[in-house]
């Protein structure tokens, strides 16, 4: 498994609470592109939407990937198991629970999304957060020395 990107504010803003991994449909040009590291996941989002068939499908939005001929922010279908999706659907009704992007990796040769079920943190949630990870470098660091 190689990873390709990680989405750095992700960890900032949000309290991962479940995961998963999906495929993603792609071009040509776009694999290649994802290949040589030209995607970002900065702002990208997911969301469950019915599809031409009717049923419940996931969708990655925002996400730029850098090609010469198509959109680079157009929206990509993702590849989940009907039932991971009943299963998210359920999560995302709950108050606070989004769906984003974590990171991007190629797994045999496949472009791969890791979707996270994420909660908004609030303001004081992210400094106390900050604080945590603050002491713990500090307890790492005279370990460390010792």
């Not at 991994?21 to 449909?25: F, H, I, K």
């Not at 400094?127 to 790492?140: A, D, F, S, T």
């Given at each position: 498994m190689q990873i390709i990107t990680k989405n750095k504010i992700l960890k900032r803003d949000y309290d991962i609470v479940g995961r998963i991994?999906?495929?993603?449909?792609l071009n040509g040009e776009e694999i290649k592109s994802i290949r040589a590291g030209r995607i970002n996941l900065k702002g990208s989002y997911v969301r469950i939407l019915n599809g031409k068939s009717g049923k419940s499908e996931l969708f990655l939005m925002g996400c730029h990937i850098h090609t010469q001929n198509t959109d680079p922010y157009r929206t990509r279908k993702l590849l989940v198991r009907r039932s991971e999706i009943r299963a998210l659907i359920g999560k995302t009704t709950?108050?606070?629970l989004t769906l984003v992007p974590i990171s991007v990796y190629l797994k045999n040769g496949k472009a791969k999304v890791e979707v996270g079920v994420a909660k908004g943190l609030k303001k004081l949630d992210k400094?106390?957060?900050?604080?945590?990870?603050?002491?713990?470098?500090?307890?790492?660091?005279?370990?460390?020395?010792?």
């Open positions: 991994e999906a495929g993603v449909v709950e108050k606070g400094r106390e957060k900050i604080k945590k990870e603050e002491v713990q470098r500090r307890l790492r660091r005279l370990v460390n020395k010792n």
